[in-house]
Each structure stands twice: as structure tokens, then as C-alpha cells.
């Protein structure tokens, strides 16, 4: 079992930057596969990011390639999405999710792959 905590949500003008952080407690001698999905009111959670364990593999959205930039901390058990170019479009609900499966391309940014939630941090980017 692994819990995690989101913060580093806020609101920003478009163009901004935020840089989300997730901590994991608990069973953190486990490596997980970790990612970063967004929701909005009447919408599906959609993946953004995903990351190894190992950290030697990201996946991203294509709406956000080019723009944020995964990250994580092993020792510290900590993941980061460094948020760049931020738009309207991006305002949501960001939650960070772990896996104990090895993820793919082909699986990475489906919800039902993740096994732990956090509790999620809301990002709103103004026009």
C-alpha cells in the first residue's frame, strides 16, 4: 500500500508555470510506476504523464509534450510534473496515481492501470 499527496496546484495566467509535486508514503521500498491524470467537471480523467520506475521511461499526452516535464525523486519517493505554457484548456483537477504494473505505451494513460490515488490539487490557467 502507498499513499500519495499532491500539492503545488494553483492558479496562474496563461503562459504560466506551476510545478506539481506528489509524495508517496507507506510501502515506498516498492518502486511503482507513477503518473499524472487530470479531470474536469463532466469529463473523463485523462492520462497527462507516466513514468517508470525506474524513471528511465516517459510517457507523455500529446497535448502536453513540449510543454511539462516529468520527473522523479527515488530516494525521496517524490514525483514532480514541472508545468510550462500553461492554457486555459489546462485548468483541472491533477491527480497523481501509482501503479504495481510495468506500464506501456499502449496502457500507460488508462486509469484502471493505477492501483493508489491521491487526493488531487486543482490547476486553473486564466486567459
Known amino acids: 500500500q502507498v499513499q500519495l499527496v499532491e500539492s503545488g496546484g494553483g492558479s496562474v495566467q496563461s503562459g504560466g508555470s506551476l510545478k506539481l509535486s506528489c509524495a508517496a508514503t507507506?510501502?515506498?521500498?516498492?518502486?511503482?510506476?507513477m503518473g499524472w491524470s487530470r479531470q474536469v467537471p463532466g469529463k473523463e480523467r485523462e492520462g497527462v504523464a507516466a513514468?517508470?520506475?525506474?524513471?528511465?521511461?516517459?510517457y507523455y499526452a500529446d497535448f502536453v509534450k513540449g510543454r511539462f516535464t516529468l520527473s522523479r525523486d527515488g530516494a525521496k519517493a517524490t514525483l514532480f510534473l514541472q508545468m510550462n505554457g500553461l492554457q486555459p484548456e489546462d485548468s483541472a483537477v491533477y491527480y497523481c496515481?501509482?501503479?504495481?504494473?510495468?506500464?506501456?505505451?499502449?496502457?500507460?494513460?488508462?486509469?484502471?492501470?493505477?492501483?493508489?490515488w491521491g487526493q488531487g490539487t486543482q490547476v486553473t490557467v486564466s486567459s
Open positions: 496515481a501509482a501503479s504495481d504494473f510495468l506500464l506501456r505505451s499502449t496502457s500507460w494513460y488508462s486509469a484502471d492501470r493505477y492501483n493508489y
Open positions: 507507506g510501502n515506498t521500498d516498492k518502486t511503482y510506476s
Open positions: 513514468i517508470s520506475p525506474g524513471g528511465g521511461i516517459s
